[in-house]
């Protein structure tokens, strides 16, 4: 079961049916990320993975900042109390430990959030940069408030962006679109971000968090296990040939067709009324 409660720079909390409410809060940093909070982060994202009565996972920051992203502010990491997981050495202290830094810390966040089978939503409430923006791209939905800023500074500092937002914003916009973003450091508003493919919606702020947990709730009551392969299934088309893509969903096919919320939603159908989905998930 998840685990509720504040730890390692962000909060967690779970609403019916089903929604996990991950928060950002460290406002006076713009919810700049350390290695031990992505420790902590990491094994939330595990738990939500492995208990299934989580169905819809919504991330968020508090203050002006969804994420800043690394805190490269070379202040004292602010969360020194005990966390999810012990703390370990975190590299980046030569070429090696940078490497292994990224492969075993850094790049698995995002990693967790596309790999959940259940859909994740990033409520963009104010800057989402670098490893924060990616991690918002790693979601399936973003909706963003009008004030939002987002974009890769990495090259104002002479980095990559190393936890995976080149493959990202290259999925979202294409090489063309990503190699000006990136190159020319863009840093855009909500509004252009919708329209270079970013964000699927932007609304005002003060509306940002009833219009995104009204998208978990719609979310969260549809069939879970259909909706959780589809997701795969999805991703999965993006980088596959056509055939290939037809055989992967003709084999996750029958786990739907064969599940209780298919009659239920075939029942229903025929009774004209509203399906029941998820009973399993109830009981």
């Given amino acids: 079961m998840i685990k509720e409660g504040s730890f390692r720079g962000f909060d967690v909390a779970v609403e019916n049916p089903g929604i996990a409410l991950i928060t950002f809060n460290q406002p006076d940093r713009l919810n700049g990320m350390t290695a031990t909070m992505k420790r902590d ?12 009565a989580i169905r819809v996972v919504v991330f968020t920051g508090s203050g002006r900042a969804f994420s800043a992203g690394d805190d490269i502010s070379g202040k004292e990491d602010p969360n020194t109390e005990e966390g999810l997981v012990p703390d370990i050495f975190h590299g980046h202290h030569n ?14 966040i995002n990693q967790s959030i596309r790999k959940l089978d259940k859909l994740t939503i990033a409520a963009i409430n104010g800057v989402a940069i670098q490893t924060g923006f990616s991690l918002a791209l790693a979601c399936d939905f973003r909706i963003a408030a009008q004030g939002a800023k987002m974009g890769s500074g990495t090259l104002r500092f002479g980095l990559l962006p190393d936890e995976g937002g080149q493959y990202l914003l290259v999925q979202l916009m294409g090489v063309a679109n990503t190699m000006d973003f990136l190159m ?4 855009v508003p909500a509004e252009r971000a919708l329209e270079l493919g970013l964000v699927h919606e932007v609304v005002e702020h003060e509306a940002l968090h009833g219009h995104t947990m009204a998208l978990a709730r719609e979310l969260a009551n549809g069939p879970q296990i259909a909706m959780r392969l589809l997701k795969q ?8 040939p056509f055939d290939q893509s037809l055989d992967e969903i003709a084999a996750k096919t029958p786990m739907a067709d064969h599940h209780p919320d298919a009659r239920e939603g075939v029942k ?3 009774d004209k009324r509203a399906p029941q989905f998820n009973q399993w998930l109830e009981k």
Wanted: aromatic share 10%; charged share 20%; net charge positive.
């Fill in 233 to 240: 299934s999805i991703y999965r088309a993006a980088e596959m």
């Fill in 184 to 187: 020319r450091k863009r840093i």
């Fill in 41 to 52: 982060l990491l094994e939330t994202i595990t738990q939500i993975q492995m208990d299934d």
């Fill in 268 to 270: 229903a159908f025929q």
């Fill in 95 to 108: 070429h090696n430990g940078t490497y292994n830094g990224l492969r075993w810390i850094s790049q698995p």
